[in-house]
């Protein structure tokens, strides 16, 4: 059974950072493409943040390129997805979510908010 597990979230004033973590555990075989995500209520969730198994390759969300970064830690079954210079649009939920076998398994999520 594939776990999947973030944190990191919490309140940060606008221009701000934070680093969330996400970590997979159970049955997971080789390395696997992983990915953020973030919702807020009443809209669709959206793709934030993705990178494949072996980390040479990331594909970011347009809101938020060039001030987040994807990377992993594969030793560990780490993702970890550092948020710089956020806005208050950057609030929501962030998920991770790895890929296994055509199976998605996501996390619990962790809240992001910023404001003042």
């Known amino acids: 059974q594939v776990h999947v597990v973030e944190s990191g979230g919490g309140l940060v004033q606008p221009g701000g950072s934070l680093r969330l973590s996400c970590v997979a555990s159970g049955g997971i075989y080789g390395l696997k493409r992983m990915g953020w995500y973030r919702q807020v209520p009443g809209k669709q969730r959206e793709m934030v943040a993705l990178i494949n198994g072996d980390g040479s390759r990331t594909n970011y969300g347009g809101a938020v390129k060039g001030r987040f970064t994807i990377s992993r830690e594969n030793l560990k079954n780490t993702v970890y997805l550092q948020l710089n210079s956020l806005k208050p649009e950057d609030t929501g939920v962030y998920y991770c979510?790895?890929?296994?076998?055509?199976?998605?398994?996501w996390g619990q999520g962790t809240q992001v908010t910023v404001s003042e």
């Open positions: 979510k790895l890929v296994q076998f055509d199976a998605d398994y």
